[in-house]
């Protein structure tokens, strides 16, 4: 079935932005409506929805515009809040090239990463605008990860402790981006991109300080808890608000350093927490960022700093604004950016023609993990499309998982003999990978073969043809988002299980808008956690449901089982390595967090146990080229869950050839089935093992394993499963990654744990 879609055009609008460098911006209409949103102070909130590709990344540099305009308020920074390290660093990147395409200069040096040696990771630019005001302002870009962080802990290491003796007492990000120059420096506005976890990021590293993490989970958790079951209830309201602001002192004023400590970290957000792709976000993900935006709401009056939250998408979601409404007890403006027919005045195309096929694939099950599955059939579906693709020249391809993107990419090769680009995070020793994007951006041949790693933040032009597997609506918008960017006509093969192909074509139609026509195809997807159960999920868990993302490699290497896809093999292979590491040595900044942040604290152990701390190894791989191997760096999750695995004489993990595994499938486990599962402990690596290598204390072994509950599935990827206790705990047990979706309650009955998928 094929869905024909008009070009999609959105109105331009009359504000220009020129630097000193000549260069022009003109504003779209949606992003005027925005400068005028940040040039008044009621209301505080927005939900902005536009295209992708309009220019959604630009709106973090209203609040500066809006100041230099002579708004009502004078901003002096911007959080950008993204769901993925990778799309930090990408629009980061961005909003850096577009101010030196204005004529920014830079001051002093910048902080550059270690691992992604284009990226600045703290840096000061001078931008001299004409227009819309003649100004010279300073804007600090602040790249807020683990990684920036330990950069960042470095320098001031360097700077303070060894040159001037003492670092300062408190360090706030705008103070921070200062004292990190030697020449007096002022900077008029930060932009800080970060995940959300932001501020649990802070507590734990940058302000080493044993208590504040605990301290700000705490009191979150009591926070947001009470919070929205009021918010939900809608019962006396103003006076059970003043209750929790009461909780809010009581906890906050059980230690005044620790709680000025608390301020401080929270008064370096600037004025504005910008939530940008929202549509991206999974259920629990939404929950994570409402509930931080509910701490900042509630403790603003302390903190004596007036926030503005917008949020950002691709799609309308009205369901969420009035969750917002809801939630902010005031009018919350929504902000979209209206499509208009594109041979209107001043129309500006976003994307031109596009043909969405729904292309049908067998899985073996149905229901949401069919979407799963069906990423095993890419290399099928590219050998059924062969003559488009060669035809497009400029395509691109999304698998999921590494290992049937690279084996969709060899399949090609061998069928054309034309080289592909392949990009999944993990080096192919025969294709070209992200080096080359760059250089095609807009022109020359481009086969390209991803998955995560091109979804977000890559901006390519002309891209006419595209494959996609998605599994979530966000990623589905996301990656057809790619393609057909700009003023040119597309066709884009979406993979469909068949569960749901025929009543798909019984009740879409043929010619449908594009945003309407890719809502339609979504709504057949995992159905997001509804939006009237967002408010009643945030008050089960600290800081509400905190978005749990666990990769293995977040805290420790794999507890492995029996799984018939780890081969006693491996499983050696895996011993022998973990015996190497402890004999050779542990990555000494991993080790340090761990030891300190970690194994001596286990309420940090449970806060910071989904932040995105991954450790990552080398590996080695044989090279198609000539050379006698590839040596690179990746996640030790990546390259289990991929790739076969052996021991190299140096003691690097060697990954061979790629090589699918079955996704599992949904599975749930109630309370009596709980004394049923012990008995899968003796086939369990050793907690020990792991424990040892990263120099963790393995006193606490039995308690650890009283709390971990798995089961594998008979030739299937590890399942994940978290115990949803009272201080709902996160359990790091196998595999390479999970999300949680949802909680069933059985009547009185309480599940033992969550429906998941990985």
């Known amino acids: 079935m094929e869905i024909v879609t008009n070009p999609v055009c959105i109105r331009s609008g009359k504000i220009r ?19 005028d949103f940040f040039s008044r102070t009621r209301p505080s909130v927005a939900f902005l929805s536009a295209p992708t590709g309009s220019g959604k990344t630009f709106t973090t540099l209203m609040p500066l515009l809006a100041s230099l305009l002579n708004g009502e308020k004078e901003y002096v920074g911007t959080l950008a809040v993204y769901p993925t ?29 270690k691992s992604h040696h284009q990226l600045p990771l703290l840096e000061v630019l001078e931008l001299k605008l004409k227009e819309p005001a003649n100004a010279n302002v300073r804007v600090g870009l602040l790249v807020l990860t683990s990684e920036a962080l330990n950069e960042i802990i470095e320098k001031i290491h360097s700077q303070f402790v060894e040159d001037k003796g003492l670092p300062p007492r408190r360090i706030v990000l705008k103070n921070l981006v200062e004292e990190l120059w030697t020449e007096e420096t002022q900077i008029d506005y930060i932009i800080s991109f970060t995940v959300p976890e932001y501020p649990y990021l802070v507590a734990s590293r940058l302000y080493s ?7 700000l989970f705490n009191a979150l958790m009591g926070l947001v808890e009470e919070y929205v079951l009021k918010a939900v209830r809608l019962k006396d309201y103003p006076e059970k608000l003043e209750e929790i602001r009461s909780e809010v002192r009581r906890l906050l004023g059980r230690a005044r350093f620790v709680c000025r400590e608390l301020l401080d970290i929270l008064t370096g957000l600037g004025d504005v927490v910008f939530v940008d792709e929202y549509h991206v976000w999974s259920g629990f993900e939404k929950q994570t960022i409402l509930a931080l935006s509910l701490s900042y709401l509630v403790l603003q009056p302390y903190i004596g700093t007036y926030f503005r939250l917008v949020f950002s998408s691709a799609t309308p979601d009205p369901e969420v604004v009035d969750l917002l409404r809801t939630v902010f007890e005031e009018d919350v403006e929504e902000i979209v950016a209206e499509l208009i027919p594109c041979n209107t005045q001043n129309a500006h195309v976003i994307r031109g023609r596009t043909i969405l096929e729904l292309y049908q694939v067998e899985t073996k099950v149905a229901g949401p993990s069919s979407w799963l599955q069906a990423d095993a059939s890419l290399p099928d579906v590219v050998e059924a499309k062969l003559e488009e693709l060669c035809q497009a020249e400029r395509f691109i391809v999304f698998g999921r998982r590494a290992s049937s993107v690279e084996i ?8 054309t003999n034309i080289k592909p680009i392949v990009v999944t995070g993990i080096r192919h020793p025969q294709f070209p990978g992200k080096e ?18 091109i979804e977000i933040g890559v901006d390519l032009k002309n891209i006419r043809y595209g494959v996609v597997v998605a599994a979530t609506p966000g990623e589905l918008i996301q990656r057809v988002g790619r393609i057909g960017r700009g003023n040119v006509d597309s066709k884009i093969v979406i993979v469909v299980p068949k569960w749901y192909y025929f009543d798909m074509v019984k009740q879409l139609s043929k010619h449908m808008e594009y945003t309407k026509a890719l809502q339609a195809i979504a709504e057949y997807m995992y159905e997001r956690l509804p939006v009237h159960k967002l408010l009643e999920k ?7 449901v ?23 093999s491996t499983l050696e292979v895996l011993k022998r390595y973990l015996k190497v590491l402890k004999a050779i040595k542990v990555d000494e900044r991993f080790k340090r967090w761990l030891v300190n942040r970690v194994a001596k604290n286990s309420e940090v152990l449970r806060s910071l146990a989904s932040f995105r701390a991954t450790w990552f190894v080398e590996y080695e791989r044989e090279s198609g080229e000539g050379e006698d191997v590839i040596i690179d760096t990746a996640s030790i999750s990546t390259l289990l869950s991929n790739y076969a695995l052996s021991l190299s004489r140096s003691g690097k993990l060697r990954i061979g050839y790629a090589q699918r595994k079955k996704v599992s499938e949904v599975f749930q486990v109630y309370a009596k089935m709980a004394g049923k599962l012990k008995h899968f402990y003796n086939s369990i690596v050793p907690a020990n093992i792991v424990a040892q290598a990263a120099g963790i204390d393995v006193e606490e072994q039995d308690r650890l394993e009283e709390k971990i509950l798995a089961h594998l599935l008979r030739r299937s990827d590890p399942v994940y499963i978290a115990k949803p206790d009272e201080e709902f705990e996160l359990l790091v047990a196998y595999g390479y990654g999970v999300r949680v979706i949802a909680r069933e309650e059985l009547g009185s009955r309480r599940a033992i744990a969550y429906i998941v998928f990985v």
């Open 408 to 415: 969709a990419a060899e399949k090609f090769y061998e069928r």
């Open 538 to 544: 945030l008050a089960q868990g600290p800081l509400g």
């Open 17 to 35: 932005v020129q630097g000193s460098s000549g260069h022009l911006i003109t504003l779209r209409e949606f992003q005027e409506k925005l400068l």
């Open 436 to 453: 080359v994007l760059a250089e095609r951006k807009e022109r020359g041949t481009l086969p390209l073969f991803g998955n995560y790693a």
């Open 546 to 568: 905190v978005k749990v993302y666990a990769p293995l490699s977040t805290l420790i290497l794999p507890i492995l089982g029996s799984d018939k896809a780890y081969d006693k």
């Open 85 to 113: 390290r990778a799309l930090v660093y990408d629009q980061a990147l961005a909003i850096s090239q577009t101010l030196k395409k204005l004529g920014a200069k830079p001051i002093g040096k910048p902080i550059m990463s």
């Open 209 to 215: 300080n044993p208590y504040a993490p605990k301290l």
